[in-house]
């Protein structure tokens, strides 16, 4: 099983970028999957994550401008970024989990499965 991240990059204030994160070895369908952040000397923590039924929670600092969302033929996870602020400046990962509850699970930050993570910059 891997998750890969890409579309990360340097950005000014006010930009966009849209993350993704393609999935082998097995199926979105049956996954909650999230995009979490790290930044220097900071705590990962979750930006928005969803259920196999397409339901999202955002983190309160993006709300209204990331949007996350699945192409389960593609098998692939999406982060859409608008609005970029300096503060949005970390390494970006997804993640995955299954089973019961396992959007409570993401969102406390057990996932069965990690990407390697894509930087993401902005400027101000």
């Known amino acids: 099983v891997q998750l890969g991240e890409s579309g990360g990059g340097s950005v000014q204030t006010g930009g966009s970028l849209r993350l993704s994160c393609a999935a082998s070895?097995?199926?979105?369908?049956?996954?909650?999957m999230g995009w979490f952040r790290q930044a220097p000397a900071k705590e990962r923590e979750p930006v928005a994550v969803?259920?196999?039924?397409?339901?999202?929670n955002y983190a309160v600092s993006v709300k209204g401008r990331f949007t996350v969302s699945v192409d389960n033929g593609k098998n692939t996870l999406y982060l859409q970024m608008r609005n970029l602020k300096p503060e949005d400046t970390a390494m970006y990962y997804c993640?995955?989990?299954?089973?019961?509850?396992?959007?409570?699970?993401?969102?406390?930050?057990?996932?069965?499965?990690w990407g390697q993570g894509t930087q993401v910059t902005v400027s101000s």
């Open positions: 070895g097995f199926t979105y369908s049956k996954y909650c």
């Open positions: 969803t259920d196999n039924d397409g339901r999202a």
């Open positions: 993640a995955a989990a299954s089973g019961l509850a396992c959007k409570a699970r993401l969102l406390n930050g057990n996932a069965y499965y």
